[in-house]
C-alpha cells in the first residue's frame, strides 16, 4: 500500500540518483554502416582518413565497417602504418610528457608526479583502447573511446583516434591483436 511516508521517501530517493546524460546525435554519416571499398584492402584491416573523420575495419573483400572518429588537431596526427598489439578494457591513462608542457594548465594534476588516471567513464580513453605500435615500439597514439561525445567527426584531439564508447566496443570484439592499421 502506497502511503504518504511511502510516497516522500521514493521521491526523496529518486532525486538523489543522478538523470542519465543525454544521448549524443550523431550525424547519420558518422554511424557506424556497411559500405563498400576498394578490393585492395585485405579482410582484417583497418584503414583511417582523419581529413574524413571515418575508421574503416574491412570485413571481406570490397566490404567494411565504417565509423566515425574524432581525430588529432593540425600537427598532432599519426600517419602511417601500425599494428594493433595491446587491447585494454578501460584502460588507466596518463598524458604524454609533450601533453603536459603544451597545455599545463589542462594536465597540472600529472606535473612533477607519477598520476595514472585509473579507467572509468570520466577517463579520456573510455571504454577501450587499441593501442598502436610500429615495430614493436609503443606509438602513444591509441584508437580508443570517450567521454567527449561531441568531438566526433572533429579535429580536436591530442593525435589519437576516438570513437563512441559502444562503437569502440564494437570494434574492440571484431579486432584481434596484430591487425594492421593505415593511418593516412
Not at 27 to 45: L, M, N, W
Request: hydrophobic residues 40%.
Amino acid at each position: 500500500m502506497i502511503n504518504r511516508r511511502f510516497f516522500l521517501l521514493t521521491g526523496a530517493a529518486a532525486a538523489t540518483v543522478p538523470a542519465a546524460a543525454p544521448a549524443v546525435e550523431l550525424e547519420p554519416r558518422f554511424r557506424p554502416q556497411s559500405v563498400s571499398i576498394s578490393e585492395s584492402y585485405a579482410p582484417g584491416r583497418m584503414l583511417i582518413l582523419p581529413r574524413a573523420h571515418f575508421l574503416y575495419f574491412v570485413t571481406g573483400p570490397g566490404q567494411a565497417i565504417r565509423y566515425g572518429v574524432g581525430v588529432g588537431r593540425a600537427g598532432l596526427q599519426f600517419t602511417g602504418t601500425a599494428t594493433i598489439d595491446v587491447k585494454k578494457k578501460w584502460p588507466t591513462w596518463r598524458p604524454t610528457e609533450e601533453m603536459i608542457e603544451r597545455e599545463p594548465q589542462t594536465y597540472a594534476r600529472f606535473k612533477d608526479n607519477d598520476y595514472v588516471q585509473p579507467g572509468g567513464p570520466d577517463n579520456p580513453l573510455g571504454a577501450r583502447a587499441l593501442y598502436l605500435f610500429q615495430n614493436g615500439v609503443d606509438t602513444y597514439f591509441r584508437i580508443h573511446g570517450t567521454n567527449a561525445p561531441r568531438s566526433i567527426g572533429r579535429s580536436v584531439s591530442n593525435g589519437c583516434i576516438r570513437m563512441l564508447n559502444a562503437h569502440v566496443k564494437d570494434l574492440y570484439k571484431r579486432v584481434p591483436t596484430g591487425t594492421v592499421v593505415t593511418v593516412l
